[in-house]
Nanobody, 119 residues
Framework: QVQVVESGGGLVQAGGSLRLSCAASGSISRINAMGWYRQAPGKQRELVAAIFSGGSTIYVDSVKGRFTISRDNAENTVYLQMNSLKPEDTAVYYC?????????????WGQGTQVTVSS
């Protein structure tokens, strides 16, 4: 079994910063992609950013230049540094981790962490 635990959400004023962390533990041989998704009330969950095992990254257009995703492979941890936050960034942020164990690939989700940006 794999546990995925997020931390770092909270309430911040527009223009402020937050750093989200997500740590995976348990039955892990290797982690492939790690990503952050978000879901605002009444909206579908969307991919915010992802980082692959080789270090390449992708971002949704609305966060480019403001958010930075990074990972610590030794600690099976992924981070999301969020700067210049806007009210429209308000959402529950979820971590997603693609884990390889015994030759099988499976995706795991964290429980979500609330990010609220006030205007």
């Amino acid at each position: 079994q794999v546990q995925v635990v997020e931390s770092g959400g909270g309430l911040v004023q527009a223009g402020g910063s937050l750093r989200l962390s997500c740590a995976a533990s348990g039955s892990i041989s290797r982690i492939n992609a790690m990503g952050w998704y978000r879901q605002a009330p009444g909206k579908q969950r969307e991919l915010v950013a992802a980082i692959f095992s080789g270090g390449s990254t992708i971002y949704v257009d609305s966060v480019k230049g403001r958010f930075t995703i990074s990972r610590d492979n030794a600690e099976n941890t992924v981070y999301l540094q969020m700067n210049s936050l806007k009210p429209e960034d308000t959402a529950v942020y979820y971590c997603n981790v693609d884990v390889i164990f015994l030759g099988l690939l499976r995706a795991y989700w964290g429980q979500g962490t609330q990010v609220t940006v006030s205007s």
